[in-house]
């Protein structure tokens, strides 16, 4: 793996190096100079990833774990619209003293590179196949439309009656009285 000092995931760990029990957090934001992932949904280049991260000296090295926010942005898998949502992943992986552990990560000198690690685990989340809503009903394989799912329906009406079952139930209680049934119910 390549040293780069002064890449947007490095953190430097000089004062907690060898010093077993030693620990910093660590919370920034990057900015990403390239897009993560090739699939039909990516993080783009240009968004912001925020992370939280705990790096932990311990005596094999720097123990380093956290979580990595972001949105990816590309198409339905079904129906082709436009889609953004977030992404959350958590990471934890040693990075150790070189020389001591067979390990895929190592202290570099006065320094860690969370690059790859986060990297790696926001694009293994983004999903396969992602869709716009969970039961998009996908393109007319006749006519390349955007099925609605609902023919003849207001676009508006939702599509399962489940749903607007339950929307009934918020507009009559209001969010404070929901909150309270839910209390009840745990
Ligand atoms: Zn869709």
Not at 2 to 24: A, H
Not at 113 to 120: A, H, K, Q, S, W
Request: proline letters at 7%; charged letters at 30%; glycine letters at 8%.
């Amino acid at each position: 793996m390549k040293s780069r000092v002064n890449g947007p995931f490095v953190l430097p760990v000089r004062d907690i190096v060898r010093k077993p029990g030693e620990m910093r957090e660590h919370r920034f934001q990057v900015t990403l100079p390239e897009k993560w992932g090739e699939g039909i949904v990516v993080v783009e280049e240009g968004e912001t990833v925020d992370l939280d991260v705990r790096l932990e000296s311990v005596h094999e090295g720097i123990l380093v774990s956290g979580t990595a926010d972001s949105d990816y942005t590309g198409v339905c898998g079904r129906c082709l619209t436009d889609i953004t949502a977030p992404v959350e992943v958590e990471f934890q992986e040693l990075f150790a003293y070189p020389g001591e552990e067979e390990t895929d990560f190592e202290v570099q000198d006065d320094h860690v590179d969370l690059e790859t690690l986060v990297r790696d685990a926001i694009v293994l989340s983004l999903p396969f196949q992602p869709v716009c809503q969970p039961d998009c009903p996908g393109l007319d394989p006749n006519t390349g439309e955007k099925l609605t799912g609902s023919a003849g329906a207001e676009s508006t009406a939702p599509i399962d009656p489940r749903w607007s079952a339950l929307r009934q139930i918020t507009d009559q209680d209001g969010e404070a009285d929901g909150r309270a049934a839910e209390k009840e119910e745990s």
